[in-house]
């Protein structure tokens, strides 16, 4: 299955993904009218696409016991669709994949079942592996539908890749856009470089993950320097966790990147993206080496209406002492960042639609 011209076209010039939270009702079982109300503030708020399935998402919808994530798949499907059939937009739709080979075939054959567009690969499940085995895991998975790779931070359960790697990583055919989120910048080039020197950097749509480094990723250029001439590489959107709240703020973020402003007034780029990770810093409780960042992101959620609580598939998770004052801090620090009173418009519509 190759991506569509119209979806590939999107991908390339960029776009806002945010990685969804899931909506539970206060007995932990899935409250699939906020589900479905949270999607569509997402996709009214000009989000291109919505990743699914992924560690925002909770991994935990996959255990037995629980086993909500292709019914997730389908809701979350079933909104992009609407969207699209009535505003004539295109909406990226992409899926969490993850564990060893026989688990991600399955999950990478559900999601093409429920006609997404790319599988958001996770490697956490080969902590110790060499390159070419993941390589070869990789290959089988794009045999069934495109990729979008994931450089996840080790700090969160992701592992070291090198620069080799993601140059083989990107020769595949059949990927399609990397998300790009180690947290760190020596990494985050070793992704770069390595799309140069696959000889496919044309082909692969780069998106920011590095939740610490938002918008001075998005106006960054690269020139790689690889058999003789320089190509230059950009970050075009971002897949972000922290993308899931204040969505419409983060449109207008990329809107203006595009559009040029941050290049006529680069002290206000400086100056608004040490505001952007602060508030990261808030939601995703790095003060407690991220214990709180789900709960975080859903405590934004439940302020401005569209969850009911902050409840994860885990009773043990909670917010971290603090983290709540944090949050607090960020809401008045930064009001300009927030998108509270285009929630407070439409989420009765959401909500009841």
């Known amino acids: 299955m190759n991506i569509s011209q119209e979806i590939g076209t999107l991908l390339k ?19 699939e009218r906020r589900q479905r109300a949270l999607l569509r503030y997402y996709l009214d708020a000009g989000a291109g696409g919505i990743a699914v399935g992924v560690h925002t998402t909770q991994f935990a919808i996959r255990e037995p016991e629980i086993n909500i994530y292709t019914p997730l798949l389908q809701i979350a499907s079933e909104e992009m669709d609407a969207y699209s059939l009535i505003s004539g937009k295109p909406v990226i739709k992409i899926a969490g994949v993850i564990g060893r080979t026989a688990q991600a075939e399955r999950e990478a054959e559900q999601a093409l079942k429920n006609g997404y567009h790319a599988g958001l690969l996770s490697l956490a499940a080969f902590k110790d592996a060499a390159n070419t085995t993941i390589i070869t ?25 090198d620069k080799d790697f993601w140059r083989d990583f990107a020769a595949i055919e059949n990927v399609v856009a990397i998300k790009i989120a180690p947290f760190n910048r020596y990494q985050t080039f070793d992704v770069v470089r390595g799309v140069v020197e696959s000889g496919r950097s044309d082909d692969i749509a780069l998106y920011t993950g590095n939740d ?37 703020s ?41 214990k709180g960042c789900i709960t975080g992101l859903h405590e934004v959620l439940r302020r401005q ?41 439409n989420v009765d519509k959401w909500i009841n639609q």
């Open 13 to 31: 010039h960029g776009t806002v993904i945010p990685a969804l939270p899931l909506a539970l009702k206060r007995n932990r079982k899935p409250d």
């Open 137 to 161: 895991h990789c290959k089988r998975i794009a045999e069934i539908i495109p990729l979008f790779g994931f450089y996840l931070q080790p700090a969160v359960g992701g592992r070291k890749l």
């Open 212 to 248: 610490d480094n938002i918008l001075i990723d998005l106006i960054t250029e690269y020139k790689i320097q690889h058999n003789g001439r320089f190509t230059s590489k950009r970050i075009v959107g971002g897949l972000l966790g922290h993308w899931a709240v204040w969505t419409r």
């Open 250 to 290: 983060a449109v207008r973020l990329l809107e203006d990147v595009k559009n040029g402003v941050f290049e006529r007034d680069i002290r206000k780029a400086m100056v608004l993206s040490n505001q952007i990770t602060d508030c990261n810093a808030a939601f995703f409780d790095t003060a407690n080496d991220f």
């Open 305 to 345: 209406g569209l969850f009911k609580g902050i409840w994860t598939l885990d009773p043990d998770e909670k917010l971290s002492p603090g983290q709540k004052k944090e949050i607090d801090r960020v809401y008045s620090a930064y009001p300009h960042l927030n998108d509270d009173e285009f929630v407070s418009e």
